[in-house]
């Protein structure tokens, strides 16, 4: 069964930073897609970043790249959202997500997606 399992969550000022982190369990989740989605009060849920296959491939929604990074460690299986020089709109609950499809056009859709943590919350604060 696999499970994730979101921490690092918090209260932030604008222009601060936060990593957030993804443990997976049930798997071996070396050439999973691995990725970030958040969704703000009202709002659906956007995609964020994802990293593929051995981790060398990595994309970014336009809205956080250059600011946040994501990683993996896959002696650990975790995921990790590294962001940076936050801004009040990143405020949202995060959520990390995983599919066994390694490479696809669709990693930025939430359908893509068959497995999902339970979120955390990031405010930032202005």
């Known amino acids: 069964q696999v499970q994730l399992v979101e921490s690092g969550g918090g209260l932030v000022q604008a222009g601060g930073s936060l990593r957030l982190s993804c443990a997976a369990s049930?798997?071996?989740?070396?050439?999973?897609?691995m990725a970030w989605f958040r969704q703000a009060p009202g709002k659906e849920r956007e995609f964020v970043a994802a990293?593929?296959?051995?981790?060398?491939?990595?994309s970014y929604a336009d809205s956080v790249k250059g600011r946040f990074t994501i990683s993996k460690d896959n002696t650990k299986n975790t995921v990790y959202l590294q962001m940076s020089s936050l801004k009040p709109e990143d405020t949202a609950v995060y959520y990390c997500?995983?599919?066994?499809?390694?490479?696809?056009?669709?990693?930025?859709?939430?359908?893509?997606?068959?497995?999902w943590g339970q979120g955390t919350q990031v405010t930032v604060s202005s």
């Open positions: 997500a995983t599919s066994q499809t390694t490479y696809s056009d669709t990693y930025y859709l939430p359908s893509h997606y068959g497995y």
């Open positions: 990293i593929r296959g051995s981790g060398t491939r990595t």
């Open positions: 049930g798997r071996t989740f070396s050439t999973w897609t």
